[in-house]
Nanobody, 118 residues
Framework: DVQLQASGGGLVQAGGSLRLTCTAS????????IGWFRQAPGKEREGVAC????????YYVDSVKGRFTISSDNAENTEYLQMNSLKPEDTAVYYC???????????WGQGTLVTVSS
């Protein structure tokens, strides 16, 4: 059974840090693209960051470049999103996903809420 478990959200003051974790089970992530979307109240879902575990390439949306870092621990089937210098506009529910090799649609984890107070 393919599952993604997201965790690490919480309440933090502006300028603070959080680390989100996405743990996969039922498949190996070593050849997958793993990433995070977020959805703020009243806004569309937005791609935040992703990493290709086949070659290590990463992508970040402009608004988080220099503040967020995505990384993988393939031995643990786990991905991390380190979020530093958080801003109130980063407040959203964050969802991790995995696009497995040869698949056209991703698997999704449940969301984890990040709230940044000003």
């Amino acid at each position: 059974d393919v599952q993604l478990q997201a965790s690490g959200g919480g309440l933090v003051q502006a300028g603070g840090s959080l680390r989100l974790t996405c743990t996969a089970s039922g498949f190996t992530t070593h050849d997958a693209i793993i990433g995070w979307f977020r959805q703020a109240p009243g806004k569309e879902r937005e791609g935040v960051a992703c990493i290709s575990n086949t070659d290590g390439r990463t992508y970040y949306v402009d608004s988080v470049k220099g503040r967020f870092t995505i990384s993988s621990d393939n031995a643990e089937n786990t991905e991390y999103l380190q979020m530093n210098s958080l801003k109130p506009e980063d407040t959203a529910v964050y969802y991790c996903y995995a696009l497995r090799w040869g698949r056209s649609t991703p698997n999704w984890g449940q969301g984890t809420l990040v709230t940044v107070s000003s």
